[in-house]
């Protein structure tokens, strides 16, 4: 099983400060990785794919970048509804595996 | 594309229990359906994958033997059968759909709301 490990647990940032959170897969899964975004009791969103690709719906501001088995979702200015919960997650190998999460919280 | 659980409840370790999923707004068949679940206070645990003309499916080790997936397409509905139940199966349990059609696989770009299971005696 691929294990997927998000750095830090929790990160206090201010709006408008440009943060990157962190995930490293046990082996390569090439550029295999999805970020969730996770809202105080709502549902995930797919937020990017293919390691760098945003989905649908999401600004700019998001953006994803890889080299190896480490994976980073940086904002580059955050706002005050960018304040969640950011989930990755492999799906190059059975079992899909995710990272336990990065909560971005207010400073 | 909308997704819509249901089926929890309380049950006692050792039961069981039928969660459902229905979809519209998009080809049921063609697509990967998954379940993912997230205990209280905890992050998500992908649970089981089923997809293909032959209902290819995959489940967590934690699951595995005592959770079956399946699909009704005639219904556009995903079932999961949760037996043997223990209490650290306990979670919100979401249907979630891949975002493309297999092989390709761009995770999961459509979710439900969730059912809740609570295991408890």
């Known amino acids: 099983e691929i294990v997927m490990t998000q750095s830090p647990a929790t990160l206090s940032v201010s709006p408008g400060e440009r943060v990157s959170l962190s995930c490293r897969a046990s082996?390569?899964?090439?550029?295999?990785l999805a970020w969730y975004q996770q809202k105080p009791g709502q549902a995930p969103r797919l937020l990017i794919y293919?390691?760098?690709i945003r989905a649908t719906g999401f600004p700019a501001r998001f953006s994803g970048s890889w080299s190896g088995t480490d994976f980073t979702l940086t904002v580059s200015s955050l706002q005050p509804e960018d304040f969640a919960v950011y989930y990755c997650?492999?799906?190059?190998?059975?079992?899909?595996?995710f990272g336990q999460g990065t909560k971005l919280e207010i400073k | 594309v909308q997704l819509e659980e249901s089926g929890g409840g309380l049950v006692h370790p050792g039961g069981s229990l039928r969660l459902s999923c229905t979809g519209s707004g998009f080809t049921f068949s063609a697509y990967a359906l998954n379940w993912v679940r997230q205990a209280p206070g905890k992050g998500l645990e992908w649970v089981s994958s089923i997809f293909g003309d032959d209902n290819t499916t995959y489940y967590a080790a934690s699951v595995k033997g005592r959770f079956t997936i399946s699909r009704d397409i005639s219904k556009n509905t995903l079932f999961l059968h949760l037996s043997n139940l223990r209490a650290d199966d306990t979670a919100i349990y979401y249907c979630?759909?891949?975002?493309?059609?297999?092989?390709?696989?761009?995770?999961?770009?459509?979710w439900g709301q969730g059912t809740t299971v609570t295991v408890a005696s």
């Open positions: 082996q390569s899964v090439s550029s295999n």
């Open positions: 293919s390691a760098s």
């Open positions: 997650q492999q799906y190059d190998n059975w079992p899909r595996t």
């Open positions: 979630a759909k891949d975002q493309t059609i297999p092989p390709y696989n761009y995770g999961m770009d459509a």
